[in-house]
């Protein structure tokens, strides 16, 4: 039978040199093998058609100390079409809404000031900032869910955000007082066409504020799944404050959130702005030195301990499967894809998923094929064990599944470590 994988070559794609500071001196530290797009879920009839597999590995730069892929992947083959959107999650929300009380106050936001999201997704951020009165404009590259943020009332512009994206919207806008970028800074490849994009259209006193998983997080806490094709970087403070400086702006502040596995929001501003800087910003470079994020062996041991976790929940899995228990997911994350995908585990290992995004229902998980149905099969079908693949989200989702387990069901959470509940 012909492969259904079609594996991409090791040197396509591959990255020269480092993102921010351009030194050719990396560290690779894991290799996660080659792998489908995380988001690239496909539907029944295309189970036959063959599927791309990409590289997946990581490295650090020796000279900044961002951590990187090692390969890239074009951003219109995982943003054209995206199915992936953060409203269904009540703790998104509300993380969401939150962020916008704190700004409106913090900056005194009035109703003639322009916020714009970068990566806006469905607009449920700046959904949060209209309803206090705000201008508001998204941009976003997905075709599909552009068109659900403008028929939802969120003005929206379908595009990559970059230099001249930001001259033709400061032309069309005007200049923003808050330009935000939340889970998306990490998916773009010119980071420095980015922040010359934000100087463009940012006002003389106005912020950028960024959100991203934090990758002394992402150490600690065994957080490996959250690498993938769509995440380029993993940011610590110290290469960040590098990267602004180059285009003469600031880092004023950073806050850590505790979202997505534990996440960093950083606040910039024209070198000139009056705003100072927090004491914290330097606080947090001491702090990364002292946990060694700038060492290769703080990387080299992570892949380490990444290597037991696969196989302690691989030893698991496999005594289930003795015992003739029944197995499902919860939560068809991109995350999920790609513990899957290096767990190597399909339908033979999980019977199915339930995931609360409806584009993603009815279809399969890239590279594994598993289906996924509505929240609602778990109870119906009730496996005996359910693996949940958003573990970010474990509390929300076992709040919302107390009769589950009331019904004898128990969930496996398989990051930091693996725990049965
Ligand atoms: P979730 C996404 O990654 C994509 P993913 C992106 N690349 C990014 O940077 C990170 O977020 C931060 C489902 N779910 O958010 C919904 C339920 O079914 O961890 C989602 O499919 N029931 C932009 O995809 C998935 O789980 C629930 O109650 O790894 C969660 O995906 C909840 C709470 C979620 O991100």
Not at 187 to 192: A, G, S, T, Y
Not at 231 to 245: A, C, G, I, N
Request: charged share 25%; glycine share 6%; with cysteine.
């Amino acid at each position: 039978m012909k492969s259904l994988v079609k594996r991409v070559s090791a040197t396509r794609y591959r990255i020269k040199k480092c993102r921010i500071c351009h030194s050719e001196d990396l560290h690779e530290f894991l290799s996660l093998g080659t792998m489908p797009i995380p988001n690239g879920f496909i539907s029944k009839n295309e189970l036959s058609r063959q599927e791309f597999y990409f590289p997946l590995k990581a490295c650090v730069c020796k000279k900044c100390w961002l951590v990187q892929l090692t390969h890239v992947i074009p951003a219109d083959i995982m943003f054209k079409n995206y199915l992936y959107i953060p409203s269904t999650s009540s703790t998104v929300v509300s993380h969401f809404n939150n962020f916008a009380d704190a700004v409106v106050i913090d900056f005194n936001l009035k109703s003639d000031d322009l916020v714009v999201d970068i990566g806006s997704n469905d607009g449920t951020l700046l959904s949060a900032f209209q309803k206090k009165g705000i201008k508001v404009l998204g941009v976003d590259p997905a075709e599909n869910i552009v068109k659900v943020a403008n028929k939802a009332g969120i003005p929206t512009k379908c595009a990559f955000f970059n230099e001249l994206e930001a001259e033709m919207l400061r032309r069309e806008y005007g200049e923003a007082k808050v330009i935000s970028g939340t889970n998306v800074i990490a998916h773009i490849d010119n980071l420095h066409d980015l922040v010359l994009g934000v100087k463009q259209l940012l006002s003389d006193d106005g912020v950028f504020i960024m959100e991203a998983p934090y990758l002394s997080d992402l150490i600690e806490r065994n957080e490996f799944d959250t690498i993938y094709h769509e995440h380029l970087s993993y940011f610590s403070v110290r290469p960040l404050v590098k990267l602004f400086e180059m285009y003469g702006l600031k880092i004023i502040d950073i806050q850590k959130q505790k979202i997505h596995g534990g996440s960093i929001r950083v606040f910039a501003t024209k070198k000139e702005s009056t705003l100072n800087v927090h004491p914290r910003v330097q606080k947090f470079v001491i702090e990364e030195q002292a946990k060694g994020l700038c060492e290769t062996q703080t990387y080299d041991e992570f892949t380490v301990r990444v290597k037991r976790l696969k196989s302690d929940l691989l030893k698991f899995l496999k005594s289930l499967r003795k015992e003739d228990k029944s197995v499902a997911a919860y939560g068809a994350a991109a995350k999920g894809n790609v513990l899957l995908n290096y767990y190597k585990l399909g339908t033979e290992e999980i019977d199915f998923i339930v995931d609360s995004i409806s584009y993603k229902q009815g279809k399969f998980t890239p590279g594994t094929h598993i289906p996924i149905f509505p929240e609602s099969q778990l109870l119906k079908k009730m496996p005996d064990y359910t693996l949940i693949l958003a573990w970010n989200f474990a509390e929300e989702i076992i709040e919302k599944n107390k009769k589950y387990q009331d019904a004898g069901g128990r969930f496996i959470i398989p990051v930091p470590y693996l725990k049965v509940i």
